[in-house]
T-cell receptor, first 115, second 116 residues
Framework: AQTVTQSQPEMSVQEAETVTLSCTYD???????LFWYKQPPSRQMILVIR??????QNATENRFSVNFQKAAKSFSLKISDSQLGDAAMYFC????????????FGKGTKLSVKP | DAGVIQSPRHEVTEMGQEVTLRCKPI?????LFWYRQTMMRGLELLIY????????DSGMPEDRFSAKMPNASFSTLKIQPSEPRDSAVYFC??????????????FGPGTRLTVL
C-alpha cells in the first residue's frame, strides 16, 4: 500500500527567510503524481504545487518549489521569502497515475511564520 | 465556477441523530470524493464516485455511514445514528480526467461536524 510520511509535525521560519518541509512516500507504481496542499485556519484545502513522477524537472510556482528525488522517494517543499500568510498546515499527498484515484495524505506539518 | 460547494458548514447534533452532509461538485467533473479529517487519523478517504457510481468505499468506517450520488451535480454523506467519535471535518472534492488537469482534486470548504 502507498504511504506518505511527513516527519516534521511543526516548523517555524522567520519572515522573508526560506524553509523546507520534508515528505517521503512509498509506492511500487511508476506513474503517479505528488502534491503539496496548504490548509490555513479557514480549513480550505489549497493546492500549492504538483509534480508528475515522469518529469525530472522540479516544479516551481512563484516562491514555492519542490525537490523531487524519485529514487529516494522524497518530495520536499521549499518556501522562499516566507510571508505571514504562509502560516498554515501543509500536507503532502500522493495519487497514482492512469485512472483517477484518491489522494493519500501525510499527517501534515504546521508552519509558523515569525514577523 | 463557484468551486465545490458543501453544506452545512457547521453541524452540531446529539448522539443517535441522523446527519446528512451535502456536496455539489464543480460542473463537468466526473469524479467525486469524500474525505474525513481528524486530529488522530489525519485526512482519509471515505468513498469516491466516478460518473455517479461508487468505485471505492473501503474507507467507509461502518454501516452507519452511507453515501449517494443521484446525479452528476449532487452527493450526500449520511451518518445514522451518529456517535461522538464521528466528530470531524468532512471534505468533498471533485476532479476530472480532462487532459492537463493532472489528477488535481478541488476541495470544498468542509463541514465541521460535532456530535455531542
Amino acid at each position: 500500500a502507498q504511504t506518505v510520511t511527513q516527519s516534521q509535525p511543526e516548523m517555524s521560519v522567520q519572515e522573508a527567510e526560506t524553509v523546507t518541509l520534508s515528505c517521503t512516500y512509498d509506492t511500487s507504481e511508476s506513474d503517479y503524481y505528488l502534491f503539496w496542499y496548504k490548509q490555513p485556519p479557514s480549513r480550505q484545502m489549497i493546492l500549492v504545487i504538483r509534480q508528475e513522477a515522469y518529469k525530472q524537472q522540479n516544479a516551481t510556482e512563484n516562491r514555492f518549489s519542490v525537490n523531487f528525488q524519485k529514487a529516494a522517494k522524497s518530495f520536499s517543499l521549499k518556501i522562499s521569502d516566507s510571508q505571514l500568510g504562509d502560516a498554515a498546515m501543509y500536507f503532502c499527498a500522493y495519487t497514482r497515475g492512469g485512472s483517477q484515484g484518491n489522494l493519500i495524505f501525510g499527517k501534515g506539518t504546521k508552519l509558523s511564520v515569525k514577523p | 465556477d463557484a468551486g465545490v460547494i458543501q453544506s452545512p458548514r457547521h453541524e452540531v447534533t446529539e448522539m443517535g441523530q441522523e446527519v446528512t452532509l451535502r456536496c455539489k461538485p464543480i460542473s463537468g467533473h466526473d469524479y467525486l470524493f469524500w474525505y474525513r479529517q481528524t486530529m488522530m487519523r489525519g485526512l482519509e478517504l471515505l468513498i469516491y464516485f466516478n460518473n455517479n457510481v461508487p468505485i471505492d468505499d473501503s474507507g467507509m468506517p461502518e454501516d452507519r455511514f452511507s453515501a449517494k450520488m443521484p446525479n452528476a451535480s449532487f452527493s450526500t454523506l449520511k451518518i445514522q445514528p451518529s456517535e461522538p467519535r464521528d466528530s470531524a471535518v468532512y471534505f468533498c472534492a471533485s476532479s476530472s480526467r480532462r487532459t492537463g488537469e493532472l489528477n488535481e482534486q478541488f476541495f470544498g470548504p468542509g463541514t465541521r461536524l460535532t456530535v455531542l
